[in-house]
């Protein structure tokens, strides 16, 4: 479903990402994560087509994303940290409009579950002005969701959420994987991660330190040990600091 | 205290100003600050100059005009005083407060500082604009060029005058809100005060209302100089005007006499309201934290590059159209932002503007509009229509770009979901310029439309039928929607090559090499109108010239020329559109701040 190919992204001089490569396979959840500047977020946005790598090569259920992005997108979806909303949308006209833009004909039946689902049926008619910013981030999850995308990139998908949005978001994206969709999740919550993730990868200052199932990933930083936590793998594998 | 507020002010304006000329090291910086010099140098201060040399000149004609025009300005300050003061009595906010910003707030507020030092410390922090203010008024406004007197003068004059006003809406502001809190009668206390500002209105009327009459009618003054020496020597007219004449009468001062004897009763009112106002026991910490995050949010809002909306929410409207899930991508940009675009023509400012100009067009266009129907149309009114159009073409397309934002530009801080729909990006482009393309071609529409009514050549354009006129407009008005589009792709395009340049010169944020930016991408603007209509219309020319050999119509002259200029236009288009596409799937935001 997502596959990357030395993908590298550079900033000028800076490199964000260095000679990237995984895959992500149908009914995975990948946690991507890593310290502050590690390089997270550039890969995430490179992966959904946002900003174009510099090198290398990501193909999308099939599609190659530079040579096709349209087809690529179509396929995907991308949740930012940030609930970007267009302030005289209503709830409903966000759907709306995001159904023309994929082309979804059955929209209306899609968007009921979803909105029912998202707890958002109640505030189908009001502005994001006057939605709090859990419930702009699961507007944003709607509108990402209403298309059924077999790929799914979260960039720390919980913030803002209460605990039981928080439950029911892990339940959902679990619950797609299960469905067939292969999700990218990143997030500093590594206990979350632990509950959700079939694979991770660590990244650090642009490189991939660590990548393969959790089991793997724990057993190359164990020492031996027994129950490592993703938290204590986090710790050794990045060394506990960002540079 | 005082030292330590003053101190808080002078260092952070010493620091704004170090950091303003530190940016200066980037070039575009220091090209809009050289831009703004140069600006300034030619169009405000060699007019200065200018006006200097007129008053060695002048004679009893230009101090008597500039004696009309000084009571003309007297006039209209009083009116928009009485009108801010008459606002403030009426409508006071529902919690009193003062403008602090919200670090100020957070420092002072919880520091052992008594109520009193922080009223002392908001009006301190007043003066530093107000000055400012009163020095850019006195050199933009420069009126010693009819009354001679010295420019300090009039800047001490501006003061007192902006600082009165200040002290004054501060005043009610705080006195209404003690009145709201500890008053149980405070609804009687309004009614008290809207009548009295009736009260007041009415007499000012019944004292203006007789020589003005008789100015209308022609029975009384002869000329507005007459006019205004009626009304100068009304008994009536001195007492209703009198507090507004002791504020004003150092900036009316015409020499060092006549300021020594206005500047005592003048600086008495402005203590009586600084006493008034220091004075007051009202808590004002609540509705000051409102104003702070209302201000706040408005810069925050700016520097995003999101719309401005002060106390205003965005209200829910149906969509403008009915949006299929199916069909054309584009159109699903154009209802969007035809949607956000309702949102603000609803506003209460928006209606404010077009009622304004309604009431506007209506006084000042009847007395043109009856001598037109008298004159039997000979008048050159309609020449005047046409010209006027001409003006509302000409600002549509060139300053319409910069004010018809409903593009990728309010978009930009969706940039990241934009990019992640499934369209390629010259499509997405097409779509966010739709909906402003739409608004500048009905404004064009409704201006060739006015002009084409408005040219009445009968007897002096044989050639020009009716016939031929309508092909004419159908011609123009065929390539009004696609020049608009190319020139809100110059924007755009600029926002995308430069976002950087783009926010910075979209928000409110001051410094004369801000100004300058601004300046660049209006003359930006304006030669890329040029370069995209000069090509196509010297080609409909040349068009229109050879059709005329072969044709002998100059109605299909005009639609062959017509269509050789619209595929310059579409060829100017499909490239703007596919560059911008191209830079917008490049584009990264998050580079701009690296």
Known sequence: ?243 | MAGALLYLRLTSLRNLVVHRLGRLRQPKYLLGAAFAVAYFYYFVFRRISAARNVVSLSGQDTRTAGMLAAGAICALLCLIAVLRVAYAWIWPPEKPGLAFSEPEIAFLFPAPITRKALIHYRLLSAQFGILFSAIVITVVFNRSGFLGGHRALHAVGWWIVLSTIDLHLNGTNLTLGRLRETSSHFLLWRVAVVTAIVLYAVAVYLSVAGPVEGYMSGRGARGLDQLSALLNESTAVYWITLPFRIVLGPYLATGYRDFAVAIGPALLVLALHYYWVSGSQTRFEEGSIVIAARRAALKGAAQRGESLKLGRKPKALPGPFPLPPRGLPELAFLWKNLLSLRSSLFSRRALGIVLGVGIWAYFGLKPLMLAHRMSGGNDGLGFLVLIFCGIIAAYTLILGPQIARQDLRNDLPNADLLKTYPMQGWRLALGELLAPTAILTVVLWVAILAAAAAFDSEGNLAWLTSSVRATLVACVALAAPIVCMIQLIVPNTVMVLLPAWYQASRTRGGGVEMFGQRLMFGIVQLLFALLVIVPAAGAAALVFVASTYYVHNVGADAVIATGSALLIFAGEAAVGLWFLGERFERFDLSSESR
């Open chain 1, 1 to 243: 479903m997502i596959e990357v190919e030395a993908l590298t992204k550079q900033y000028g001089s800076f490199t964000a990402v260095r000679n990237l490569s995984f895959s992500v396979k149908s009914g995975e959840v990948l946690g991507l994560v890593g310290p502050n500047g590690a390089g997270k977020t550039s890969t995430l946005r490179c992966l959904a087509g946002i900003i174009p790598a510099t090198a290398g090569k990501v193909r999308i259920a099939g599609h190659d994303l530079s040579v096709d992005p349209v087809a690529a997108k179509r396929a995907l979806a991308f949740f930012p940290d940030e609930p970007r909303l267009f302030e005289y949308l209503t709830v409903r006209q966000h759907l709306t409009f995001v159904a023309r833009i994929y082309g979804v004909a059955d929209y209306e039946a899609r968007a009921a579950p979803l909105l029912e689902e998202l707890e958002l049926s109640e505030k189908a008619d009001v502005l994001p002005g006057e939605l709090s910013r859990g419930m702009k981030q699961k507007l944003v999850i709607a509108c990402g969701l209403l298309h059924s995308p077999s790929v799914m990139f979260f960039d720390e998908p919980l913030t803002g959420l209460d605990p039981l949005g928080i439950r029911r978001m892990k339940d959902s994206i679990v619950r797609r994987a299960r469905e067939g969709a292969a999700v990218v999740l990143s997030s500093h919550l590594l206990h979350l991660l632990q509950e959700v993730c079939t694979n991770v990868l660590i990244l650090k200052k642009g490189d991939k330190v660590a990548d393969g199932t959790l089991a793997d990933v724990a057993a190359q930083f164990s020492n031996g040990e027994a129950n490592v936590s993703l938290e204590e793998v986090f710790i050794r594998a990045t060394g506990g600091s960002e540079s």
